[in-house]
């Protein structure tokens, strides 16, 4: 059982930043690829960003490119994802989601994944 916990979230200015946090407690986060999800009110959940288990390789949407940077620190069973020059159409309630030896390429892949409960990210204009 993997339990993560996310954090960082709050009311930031368009342009502004911050960075998210998610926490994992258990042995298995430094086999597991980290993946950072977000969904907006009345939207579907959508990817935002990943880096995969081995930390090599890092993937995100087109619509966070160049503005947001996923991490981790295997050290401290946390990942990160910092996001930078904010739009209010990154408004949304954000989540973590830990996929063990999952690949960078195929999100559905992993022996198995576990959500965090979300933090909320609001972006005033």
């Known amino acids: 059982q993997v339990h993560l916990v996310e954090s960082g979230g709050g009311l930031v200015q368009a342009g502004g930043s911050l960075r998210l946090s998610c926490a994992a407690s258990?042995?298995?986060?430094?086999?597991?690829?980290m993946d950072w999800f977000r969904q907006a009110p009345g939207k579907e959940r959508e990817f935002v960003a990943a880096?995969?288990?081995?930390?090599?390789?890092?993937r995100y949407a087109d619509s966070v490119k160049g503005r947001f940077t996923v991490s981790r620190d295997n050290a401290k069973n946390t990942a990160y994802l910092q996001m930078n020059s904010l739009k209010p159409e990154d408004t949304a309630l954000y989540y973590c989601?830990?996929?063990?030896?999952?690949?960078?390429?195929?999100?559905?892949?992993?022996?198995?994944?576990?959500w965090g409960q979300g933090t909320q990210v609001t972006v005033s204009s």
């Open positions: 258990g042995r298995t986060f430094s086999s597991s690829t």
């Open positions: 989601k830990a996929r063990r030896y999952g690949s960078i390429s195929n999100l559905e892949s992993g022996t198995y994944s576990y």
């Open positions: 880096i995969e288990w081995t930390g090599d390789s890092t």
